[in-house]
């Protein structure tokens, strides 16, 4: 008896396996993955991305980077855009004069240049979208920066922007945020799903929390990218995103978001890891209002009692830059201060003293649900703890730090990547979640800075607004997040730096060379 | 003479049958009251805890740069300045009318959305579910009647060990496997339907023996123990007594009382497996419903997160349902009064 319902049972098993081994097999002879097929000369060129899933295409209703990423500068253009060198290039404008102290920008709109759907590119279509940035009910994430009083079309090829201040930062925001992207009027109902632009690819399709995939645009007027087309793919673990690339369905990951996990693709020659910086100063936020905050001397001595090298070793994997204020390598202005506050326990024990704080308080640290946020706080837990601040961590998720940190200000200490360029002027807004006590002073030295008639007099302006606020320790800047790259070694053209926030593809190749030029704005040769 | 007269007549039976029909018809109405009611109670509840939450949908679309007034008119845009209740009945009014609404974030229409989630997780748990079968039959059957032997111990033990391995640890392994090193099977991703089924089926393969192993093995342990408990049965003995062979016996007789227990965990096993199904997409990067789920949620995308969590309720509350029906079809001494 027991002996054949053993053999039943051994039967069933063996049927079952067997299954499951043929449904495994059976799965090879057919579409085994390859990354590359050598014998077409151009290729679809598959990016696994670290970052989030576009909520919407639509980059004028939605603050997500992750549509920026891939709509701006490679579906939608600017009249002028940032290169990864940091320099600020002509693109749907073929030139441009500023007169008026940098209050009157008149761009001459570029000839011969048409939107995917074969329309013509026209003035009054850079009118139209100009405009369509501070018209009411406006969505554009950076629209309040898009200080303009009034846009209009001047001769047949000419577009003149009047500024309500003169700014020596607006053609960089122009270039920088998708307040200026150009858009075909006709098109703007189907912005969110499929945008339509002048530039180098157009979107052909999307499958929800999963891929974007876009075509080479062949009406495109400029460079042609040597791929047919570009697959964004969302990883939201990485060590599928990894897995992804070794295997071949992924040529190339946009982004580590673990740094440290550049070490498995270093050593092997099948992959080349690019390393640059971004505009994210990763900062530990102090709230200036809250009790022992409140103190210079206190924040000075959190800043003296950080060991920074150890906190980017920690987060970022040692990439990444420690300058020691709000500032990155690209700003004109750039200046660093690391200096200023070298890892120094004693000094920061004596200024703890001398605030009248020799037993120290305690800090309440509440992080956003970040990797580099999570793997910093434990060392400020310790190297704080080393001066008598108990610091106590919580972690909340994202929508829920933007309400109650950033909106409410309910916070006592956070860290962050604050992501903008140029965002120095952050320093001078009224409100702003970390509560500056001097920032009407900033505001006013900024605007000054801004009306200033030389470029050399408006560098020296913003470099004092940085030394300023860095004597101040109004936050603990950490360090500059780096944007760590691998791809297939045969990959060209991908930006060598995250300056923006396009991952502008234009010169993009799978096999091939590119231009010199490009070479000199900073894509990968 | 006695006994004949004891008979039932056919009459009595076609009664019989009329009587159980008419409680089968009270028993479904009961019940889907109670589902209805379940329903309702679970909309009020995700809608109100939703709505708790910190982080308003119009500040997460517009980003820290946005002004205050710039949030406020696009609050009013939504609709999301309106009382709760107000908000609560459009939606439910929505729902009744089978529109899901439009999502927040990217204005688009819920139910495509949905519907394109569903044809990964769908399928994802149906294999689930397959694998899971086809592992805890055989190994629970096995190790039940080898239950007094070491080999039975060690099938036992092997279960144990299934049970202890969290899916996306065994995910990850797979991957490793399958996947970076013998690549037979992508790593990830998913390969719509329309474009090749073999291509979808094989995306399948990997996440779903990761999510069916963990709930086979937890399966195997109940259908062990159910038939350890058939085999000491005195109707087995009987029937083997009446010159059945022993796996005739367990066959005919056996399974359809050792299933009963066994029908009853597979119901909560589905709901297992659905959320099983969250953290294996993740894994597998699968664009199905527990992604959409977690980055609608991240995205405070509140309308579609509603329309997820009634789908999945209702999924569960249905199939509870079936399976009530189904051990009372196979065991009528259940009865139809509970």
Excluded at chain 1, 381 to 401: N, Q, R, Y
Excluded at chain 2, 205 to 216: D, K, M, N, R, T
Aim: contains cysteine; hydrophobic residues 45%; positive net charge.
């Amino acid at each position: 008896m027991a002996r054949s319902l053993r053999h039943l049972a051994q039967t069933t098993a063996l049927v079952a396996s067997a299954a499951l081994m043929l449904a495994a097999c059976g799965s090879t002879s057919s579409t085994a993955p390859s990354s590359t097929n050598k014998s077409t000369p151009l290729q679809t060129l598959t990016i696994g991305s670290s970052n989030v899933f576009p909520p919407t295409l639509n980059p004028t209703a939605n603050a997500s980077q992750a549509i920026d990423e891939v709509i701006d500068y490679n579906v939608l253009q600017h009249l002028v855009q940032l290169a990864p060198n940091g320099s600020i290039v002509p693109v749907l404008a073929s030139s441009y004069t500023v007169s008026d102290a940098n209050k009157v920008y008149t761009f001459t709109i570029r000839k011969g240049v048409t939107f995917s759907n074969g329309n013509p590119l026209t003035p009054a279509d850079v009118v139209f979208s100009m405009k369509r940035v501070y018209a009411p009910g406006s969505t554009y994430p950076y629209g309040k920066i898009f200080d303009v009083s009034s846009v209009q079309q001047v001769g047949s090829d000419q577009v003149r922007v009047t500024l309500t201040n003169p700014s020596w930062n607006w053609l960089y925001d122009l270039a920088a945020y998708s307040n200026g992207v150009i858009l075909d009027p006709s098109t703007v109902s189907t912005l969110a799903t499929d945008p339509i632009g002048t530039g180098p690819f157009k979107v052909t399709g999307e499958v929800s929390n999963y891929s974007v995939s876009l075509a080479r645009n062949n009406q495109y007027w400029g460079y042609q990218p040597h791929v047919s087309g570009v697959v964004f793919r969302y990883f939201s673990n990485a060590d599928s995103l990894n897995a992804a690339l070794q295997s071949g369905e992924v040529n190339m990951i946009d982004n580590l978001s673990a740094p440290s996990d550049a070490t498995l693709f270093k050593s092997n020659p099948k992959y080349k890891v690019v390393s640059s910086l971004t505009n994210g100063k990763v900062q530990m936020t102090l709230n200036n209002t809250y009790g022992p905050l409140s103190n210079k001397l206190v924040r000075q001595a959190i800043l003296f009692a950080t060991d920074r090298k150890a906190i980017m070793n920690a987060a970022s994997g040692g990439y990444g830059l420690i300058d020691g204020t709000d500032t990155v390598p690209a700003d004109p202005y750039y200046i660093n201060l690391a200096s200023e506050y070298p890892y120094n326990v004693t000094k920061a024990k004596k200024l703890m003293a001398e605030a009248g704080y020799s037993k120290g308080f305690s800090l309440q640290l509440v992080l956003p649900p970040y990797f580099y946020a999570k793997l910093a706080a434990p060392l400020l837990v310790s190297e704080l703890g080393a001066i008598g601040i108990k610091v106590s961590v919580s972690t909340i998720d994202f929508p829920l730090w933007i309400s109650q940190v950033f909106e409410g200000g309910d916070f006592q200490a956070t860290i962050i990547d604050q992501a903008e360029g140029r965002d120095v002027s952050n320093y001078g807004t009224t409100g702003y979640y970390w509560h500056y006590a001097k920032t009407p002073e900033i505001a006013s030295e900024l605007t000054a800075a801004n009306a200033a008639p030389t470029k050399a007099q408006w560098i020296a302006g913003y470099q004092k607004v940085l030394k300023q606020i860095t004597a101040d320790a109004v936050n603990d800047w950490l360090y500059i997040a780096p944007f760590i790259t691998v791809i297939d070694k045969n990959i060209v053209g991908i930006p060598t730096s995250a300056y923006t926030e396009s991952y502008n593809l234009s010169y993009v190749g799978i096999g091939g060379t590119i231009p010199a030029s490009a070479k000199q704005l900073g894509y990968l040769s | 003479m006695l006994l004949i007269a004891e008979l039932p007549k056919a009459s009595d039976v076609a009664t019989r049958r009329r009587v159980h029909a008419h409680e089968l018809q009270r028993f479904l109405i009961r019940r889907l009251a109670t589902l209805l009611i379940t329903l309702f109670l679970a909309s009020v509840l995700v809608f109100w805890i939703l709505n708790i939450l910190p982080g308003k949908p119009a500040q997460v679309i517009l980003g820290t740069q946005a002004t205050p007034s710039a949030v406020a008119a696009l609050t009013a845009k939504l609709g999301l300045n309106r009382p709760l209740v107000a908000q609560y009945l459009h939606w439910i009014h929505g729902l009744l009318t089978l529109h899901l609404g439009d999502s927040y974030i990217s204005s688009q229409p819920i139910a495509p959305v949905i519907g394109a989630a569903l044809e990964v997780t769908g399928p994802l748990i149906l294999g689930g579910l397959l694998v899971g079968l086809l592992i805890a039959v055989p190994l629970g059957i096995a190790s039940a009647i080898r239950h007094t032997k070491r080999s039975g111990v060690v099938l036992s033990g092997l279960a144990q060990v299934g049970i202890a391995i969290p899916n996306f640890v065994l995910g990850i392994l797979l991957i490793i496997v399958f996947a970076v090193d013998l690549k037979v099977l992508p790593a990830s991703g998913f390969t719509t339907w329309s474009t090749s089924v073999t291509g979808a089926l094989q995306s399948l393969i990997l996440p779903a023996i990761s999510l069916g192993l963990v709930e086979g093995a937890i399966l195997a342990r109940y259908i062990r123990t159910s038939v350890v408990e058939v085999l000491g049965a005195d109707f087995l003995r009987t029937a083997r007594a009446k010159g059945l062979r022993p796996n005739q016996a367990l066959i005919r007789h056996g399974l359809r009382n050792a299933s009963i227990p066994v029908l009853t965990v597979l119901g909560l096993e589905l709901s297992g497996l659905i959320i099983g199904a969250v953290v294996i997409e993740a894994v597998f990067t699968l664009p199905g419903l527990g992604s959409l789920l977690l980055s609608s949620v991240a995205n405070r995308d509140l309308i579609t997160v509603q329309d997820i969590v009634m789908l999945v309720a209702a999924t569960v509350l249905v199939v509870n349902l079936i399976v009530d029906l189904l051990y009372r079809i196979i065991d009528p001494r259940m009865g139809l009064r509970s």
